[in-house]
């Protein structure tokens, strides 16, 4: 956890102790908390507990990127919301990973997805696109009273997911990222502070594991947490269709370290056992 969001909790919990002899307590201990207790069917669900509006962004308002849709929960009666940024990759539109939109933030986030500037740009250039996209995201006027500016992640695919690490190594405030089947031409990632989970493709021809994801994870030596999974059997675009795994370990990874949300520990540490039924082939977590 970043040291503003301890030094936050800290003033919420002392707030909560001083109001505690004249008033109940309405809030959780941790002030980020959002939705019910989670379950295995909750965050395999294809939809969570919050209903979701959707805001275009075209590519003519669009500052620093190609344009996107947001993805927001209606309503704010939990409070603010972190917000998820994800890229698409190489010569790939939105559309691609645009099933992950409204998935993740029936959860409890602000979402958007991009259109990166050009369909060859390089992860560089995409992690800079995903920083230029949660910026606006913060600053639109339709979402911003939803919107907790501190609370900011990346996802991505292929090249998108390799710009998530650039993202985070260029914004050291960034709580987490998520790379899906992630390719990038750099292997070192020590300077990365933010939560990571890399997911590989057991079959990915592209982008294969033992050339990018698992290096990745493996130089990931100063993230806050570093995590691997691999889907067994899977190609590199198994993220461009909607895959309940991708979705289910995303969730729970951006709501333990996006939300410092402890209830989501359970799927994550120790974290599936690789079994030729539940479709992961490896799984690590330090």
Do not use: C
Request: proline content about 6%.
């Amino acid at each position: 956890m970043k040291l503003s969001r301890l030094i936050a909790m800290a003033f919420a919990s002392a707030a909560l102790t001083v109001g505690a002899a004249t008033q109940p307590v309405a809030a959780a201990d941790n002030p980020y908390e959002r939705g019910p207790n989670p379950s295995n069917s909750s965050i395999e669900a294809s939809r969570g507990p919050f209903a979701v509006s959707t805001k275009t962004i075209s590519s003519l308002s669009a500052r620093g990127f190609g344009g996107g849709t947001i993805y927001y929960p209606t309503s704010t009666a939990e409070g603010t919301f972190g917000v998820v940024a994800i890229s698409p990759g190489y010569t790939a539109g939105q559309s691609t990973i645009s099933w992950l939109g409204p998935r993740i933030a029936s959860q409890g986030f602000v979402v958007i997805t991009i259109d990166t500037n050009s369909r060859f740009d390089q992860p560089g250039s995409r992690g800079n696109q995903l920083l230029a996209a949660l910026d606006q995201t913060i600053a639109d006027t339709t979402v911003r009273n939803r919107v907790d500016a501190s609370r900011q992640a990346v996802m991505g695919h292929s090249m998108g997911g390799g710009g998530t690490l650039e993202a985070a190594k260029s914004r050291r405030s960034l709580e987490a990222t998520v790379g899906l089947t992630p390719w990038n031409l750099d292997k070192s990632w020590p300077e990365v502070e933010a939560a990571s989970l890399e997911i590989g493709a057991q079959n990915d021809s592209i982008a294969s594991p033992g050339s990018h994801a698992i290096p990745f994870y493996n130089s990931l030596t100063n993230a806050e947490r570093r995590g691997y999974l691999e889907l067994r059997g899977a190609s590199h675009f198994a993220p461009n269709t909607s895959n309940t795994t991708i979705a289910k370990y995303s969730i729970a990874w951006l709501k333990r370290y996006v939300d410092d949300d402890t209830r989501y520990e359970q799927f994550i540490s120790p974290g599936p056992s690789p079994s030729l039924t539940n479709g992961i082939s490896d799984y690590r977590i330090d």
